[in-house]
């Protein structure tokens, strides 16, 4: 299973590098300062902070979802952040899937399961790009990987959007945004103070919102990651014994030669 999720993970990758996003094209000779947040997840021995990861999925599924989709997760993944079975089976629940049709071959919903996908907010490419005025909302399954800086420029795209400085000449239906390239960006700021209401009583300024919702779709990118590491510190564990070890029977074996 994990392969194969690998494989869809890396197509899914140049998918969304390769596709239009909500944005205006780049200019490249404009250099962006991105911000240096120090994420706990990305040092040596770093792992998730499942409370914020599950805080940032409070974000994701009561702003976020509804313009963009996570195709590569099902509701199960989500005990990778430490949600219990039953709390899984709630959330799914909570959510209506088409199941196939009824006896008169009319469609028909009903409450998703752990094993469903994310629901998708639109039931396709032209229905996403309709509600949008041409632009189409990128998947969220990879986006850190997706995006050169990964969770920095996630971070820095969130709390990016100002006024656009006196001059500056915006096209119509954009927002100025002082972390994207070029500036323009077809979405509106998503996030403000006060979006959500966390129920483990977090404070709910933008810069929480923004660190929470980074932190989950970091894990949703690299779910495997703090198992990696793990893996990673037993190998070099195994290695240094193992010097030590043929060390000492190299000293054995030739003690008597001079």
């Given amino acids: 299973m994990r392969p194969m999720r690998s494989l869809l993970a890396g197509v899914f990758a140049i998918g969304l ?12 000779e404009e250099e962006i300062q991105m911000p240096n947040m120090g994420w706990k997840f990305e040092k040596l021995f770093g792992t998730y902070d499942l409370a914020s990861a599950q805080r940032g999925f409070q974000v994701y599924s009561n702003v976020c979802a509804n313009c963009h989709s996570m195709a590569l997760l099902h509701y199960r993944d989500l005990s990778g952040i430490g949600l219990e079975p039953e709390q899984i089976k709630a959330i799914a629940a909570g959510v209506t899937v088409p199941q196939g049709t009824d006896d008169q071959g009319a469609p028909k919903e009903g409450p998703a399961t752990p094993a469903n996908q994310f629901k998708s907010p639109f039931a396709n490419e032209k229905a996403a790009r309709a509600a949008n005025n041409g632009a189409l909302p990128p998947d969220l399954s990879l986006i850190v990987n997706a995006r050169e800086g990964g969770p920095d420029y996630i971070y820095g795209l969130l709390t990016g959007f100002v006024e656009a400085p006196g001059g500056f000449k915006m096209q119509d239906g954009m927002y100025y945004n002082k972390m994207y390239p070029g500036h323009q960006i077809a979405m509106p700021q998503p996030l403000q103070d006060g979006s959500v209401e966390y129920t483990d009583g977090t404070s709910t300024s933008l810069d929480q919102e923004v660190r929470d919702v980074v932190t989950f779709l970091a894990w949703a990118s690299n779910p495997e990651m703090v198992e990696r590491k793990q893996m990673g510190v037993r190998i070099v564990l195994f290695f240094v014994f193992m010097t030590g070890i043929t060390y000492a029977v190299k000293r054995r074996l030739w003690s008597d030669v001079h």
């Fill in 17 to 28: 590098l390769a596709a239009p996003s909500l944005s205006v094209p780049v200019r490249a």
